[in-house]
């Protein structure tokens, strides 16, 4: 069974740091591409920030200078360092991995770890 357990959101004043995490089982985690995704009330659901196995990494223009992504394969964990928080970054964080074989993709997610941001 495929787990991705996020923890590491909570409050935090606006220019202020947190750090998310994203534990996965039930997956080869090196063989997959591992990514962060928020969702605000009321908007859709956007990529934040993707690492590929080979750690190469990429960023939405709101977060790049801001957010890092990062990776450890030794524990199977997924960071999102978030600095100079903004309100505006305020919305449920969630972790995806994906990776294709044989054609066919495979998806997961987690179930999501809140970020409030207050001004």
């Known amino acids: 069974q495929v787990q991705l357990v996020e923890s590491g959101g909570g409050l935090e004043q606006a220019g202020g740091s947190l750090r998310l995490s994203c534990a996965a089982s039930?997956?080869?985690?090196?063989?997959?591409?591992m990514a962060w995704y928020r969702q605000a009330p009321g908007k859709q659901r956007e990529l934040v920030a993707t690492?590929?196995?080979?750690?190469?990494?990429n960023y939405t223009d709101s977060v790049k200078d801001r957010f890092t992504i990062s990776r450890d394969n030794a524990k199977n964990t997924v960071y999102l360092q978030m600095n100079s928080l903004k309100p505006e970054d305020t919305a449920g964080y969630y972790c995806?991995?994906?990776?294709?074989?044989?054609?066919?993709?495979?998806?997961?997610w987690g179930q999501g770890t809140q970020v409030t941001v207050s001004s």
């Open positions: 690492i590929t196995i080979d750690g190469r990494t």
């Open positions: 039930g997956i080869t985690f090196s063989f997959y591409g």
């Open positions: 995806n991995a994906e990776r294709m074989l044989f054609g066919k993709a495979y998806r997961y």
